[in-house]
């Protein structure tokens, strides 16, 4: 279990700095907002290698096959106490690995095409669209996450595993929903590393 949760810490890890090579341009950090606005847009990626969105997108993928392990690792765990938790989290595992690089790819391609564009209008549009139709990739991904901190947390919480109930804070969605003010790029996957890092100690 440990040699497993130190692939999915590695994996999280990585997976934040390819969320950080998508958020943290030479023109300053990406904000959605930006996409209404092509002066706003073009100003944030002026001076962005291209070669960037292409390996976060590469490398975000390889980071998902690494914490995947870790995610699996525990849905087996918890069937030694819950059943039906057990097989949540299975379903929310599979839903945030198979959506969310979906989710990864469709991310920083609009971001590649943009800057191999131009930077123009037509471009800003072009993304725009792509995006908002491949959203649902997003909201499947993030669904899992919820599905399975859920299904971690209430055993925890409840007492039915062998770990104290106040190891129920290593848990992705809490410390995701503790991240997300700081606005910190990447937030979901640092959250990710502390998790596997707290679980990792406390599971002997």
């Known amino acids: ?87 949540l989290m299975l379903i929310g595992t599979i839903m945030m690995l198979t959506f969310g690089v979906a989710h990864h790819v469709f991310c920083g391609m609009p971001e590649w095409l943009y800057v191999k564009m131009g930077r123009t209008e037509e471009a800003r549009q072009l993304i725009t669209e792509f995006f908002k139709k491949t959203a649902v990739t997003l909201i499947i991904c993030y669904l899992g996450f919820l599905i399975f901190g859920v299904s971690l947390f209430v055993p925890v919480v409840s007492g039915w595993t062998p770990l104290p109930r106040w190891a129920c804070v290593f848990n992705i969605l809490p410390l995701m929903l503790a991240w997300m003010p700081t606005r910190v790029g990447g937030s979901g996957n640092w959250a990710g590393a502390i998790m596997f890092l707290g679980l990792m100690v406390l599971l002997q």
């Open 1 to 87: 279990m440990k040699i497993i949760f130190l692939f999915a810490i590695a994996g999280h890890l990585l997976c934040g700095v390819c969320d950080c090579l998508m958020t943290y341009m030479p023109g300053g950090r990406f904000r959605f907002d930006d996409m209404k606005d092509n002066k706003r847009l073009s100003a944030v990626f002026k001076d962005m290698p291209p070669q960037n969105s292409l390996l976060s997108m590469l490398l975000g993928c390889l980071a998902m096959f690494l914490f995947a392990f870790g995610y699996l690792a525990l849905a087996h765990w918890m069937r030694a106490w819950s059943e039906p938790c057990a097989v």
